[in-house]
Every structure is written in C-alpha cells, then in structure tokens.
C-alpha cells in the first residue's frame, strides 16, 4: 500500500524453546511516529532487529518501505536508520568528524559526507560544536548527534529503539524536538520507549505488544478511552475521613481506588461536569474537606497496566 511505510504480518521468532515473536501484524503509516510500547520481555527489540535486517523471522512476511526484508534486504538498508539504546559514536572525534565518518562508510565520497555532515550539524543545532571533541558533549547533544548520524543517507524509515534512555528532562525534550521536525520533513519514524509519557508526546498512533503479539492499537486518546473514560481524583485532607468519601461516590464501590498514605480516592465517571459538581456538593454537606478535586483521562501508564496486568520498568531482553 502506497500509503503503509512498514507492513509486519503474521511474524514469527523463537530463541530456542522461547518465543519472542508469536504471529505479530503490525502497520505504520507513512509520515507518522508509531509507537510500540510493551512489558519486558514483550518482543520490542526483537521486533527492531528484525524490521532493520539484523535478523531473519522465522515465519511471516514484512516490508519496510517497499520492500521485503529477508529477498531485498539490501534496498531495505539503503531507505532506513537506525537509533539503538546506546550512543555509537567516536568520543575522541568532534561531532563533524563523526558525522562525516559515517558519511565515508556509507560510501557517500568525501565532498558528499563533508555537506551532509554540516546540513545535520545546522539542523540539530550542533553547528557550533562540530569540532568539539563528542566527550565534551551533554547526554541531550550526545544522543541529537547520534540521531544526526542515523539520518546521514536520508531514510525513509527510522527506527528509535529507546532513544531517550538516561536523559534527564532537558535531553529528552530536545530530542522530541529533533524527532517531530523528522516527521515534520515526511520521514516515517517507529519508536520503542520505556517511556510511556514519550509516546503520549510523540507517537501518532501506538501499538501495545504482549508475549509476540499486539494487543491493542490506537491513538492513545481512543487507547484511554478504551480503559474506561474518564476519572474524578478526590485528594482529601484527612486521611481518616477516607471511607466516609468512598461511600458518597455514586459508582459501583467495586470501580473505585482508593490510597490511604496519599488521601487520594479516583473513580471513573460518564458525565464529567455533572460528575464534578455532584461530588463537590456531596462532600460539603458531608463535612469532608477536599484538597483538590480533579477530572483526568487514564494515563498510558494506567491503560498499559490495565491491557498487560504487568510494569515495564526495567530494560527488555528480547
């Protein structure tokens, strides 16, 4: 399809008697960020390696911008990038001098890699430090210029495995910045992240995979909603007060959670206002004092934990 950048269908991986991959479809549109979310373990980067030729699936068919991964792998490698977990970069080098290197191993020829290395070096606002040695750098500037190098031969396809990994805020917000001017510029981008906030952020439609297989696939406001709608967070200022305000919410006492060291109790609700309003009222005449009271979607942490009953905390194996 003209339209699709990466078809995935029916893929199959196992690693001895373990599965990684257990019959995974997946499209991704082109000019969009797709998000690919899951628990340890899920296939993530399984799912990464195979879609960038690093390995073979055992079964089932793919195409990345056009063409087969296993019979055309090598046009596969021409049209796509790469961003893994860590940077690859030359420490030792300033960052023209990495850039253009990767320029050379890519057979662009030395006046081609030098150009190209300046256009990324303007674009990712790192003009001023090309010559700076790549030690000198901020995490945030370390991994704009690893995503720079990723771009040298103009993808069509980019894939971002984790790319903000140890960034503190500030890194990471940069390269948001980064990755939406991409997409800006019609580059089609699939991104893993361990964090879920960054795929609210980024990612145009998300893909939530579980044991080799996807789950649930959507914009994350339709993901949210598929949780359960909206929520009505009460932060009371008594703690002990706490049972006396569960039993006023008109909902099932069964949907609502409650959280004693944080005085918070959160229940969904259909009609936000009059939900708003409703439990306002029954907490003055009550005698409850609130200390705030809000109205919320789910977040992607709580649709993530609803869908896979599991945290994805800690870094995936397969």
Excluded at 60 to 80: K, L, N, P, S, Y
Excluded at 233 to 239: E, I, K, S
Aim: no cysteine; aromatic share 4%; glycine share 12%.
């Amino acid at each position: 399809m003209a339209d699709t950048a990466i078809t995935v269908e029916g893929v199959h991986k196992t690693y001895g008697d373990r599965t990684a991959l257990d019959g995974l479809d997946l499209r991704v549109a082109r000019g969009t960020v797709h998000g690919v979310l899951g628990p340890n373990g899920a296939g993530k980067t399984t799912l990464v390696r195979i879609l960038a030729t690093l390995l073979r699936p055992d079964a089932g068919r793919i195409q990345v911008a056009g063409h087969d991964i296993v019979t055309e792998a090598q046009a596969v490698r021409f049209r796509i990038g790469l961003l893994g977990q860590h940077a690859a970069l030359d420490e030792e080098l300033g960052g023209r001098q990495n850039l253009e290197m990767f320029g050379r191993l890519y057979h662009l020829g030395a006046r081609h890699a030098r150009v190209r290395a300046g256009e990324l070096l303007d674009r990712f606002g790192l003009g001023d430090t090309g010559r700076k040695p790549v030690r000198a750098y901020s995490g945030g500037m370390r991994r704009r210029l690893d995503l720079a190098a990723s771009l040298i031969t103009e993808p069509e396809v980019l894939f971002l495995d984790e790319p903000t990994t140890g960034l503190d805020p500030r890194g990471r917000a940069e390269v948001w910045s980064a990755v939406r001017s991409l997409v800006g510029g019609g580059t089609t981008v699939l991104l893993t992240t361990q964090y879920l906030e960054e795929a609210d952020q980024l990612a145009d439609r998300i893909s939530v995979v579980d044991r080799g297989r996807v789950i649930a696939d959507g914009t994350a406001d339709e993901l949210k909603a598929d949780t359960g709608g909206d929520r009505i967070d009460v932060v009371l200022r008594h703690p002990g007060q706490l049972g006396a305000a569960v039993a006023l919410l008109p909902v099932p006492k069964e949907d609502v959670s409650a959280d004693r060291d944080r005085r918070l109790i959160s229940a969904p609700v259909t009609d936000r206002m009059a939900a708003l309003s409703g439990v306002v009222r029954a907490l003055e005449e009550a005698g409850i004092e609130a200390e705030d009271i809000a109205l919320r979607r789910p977040t992607l942490d709580e649709v993530f934990l609803h869908l896979t009953g599991r945290d994805d905390r800690t870094k995936e194996a397969v």
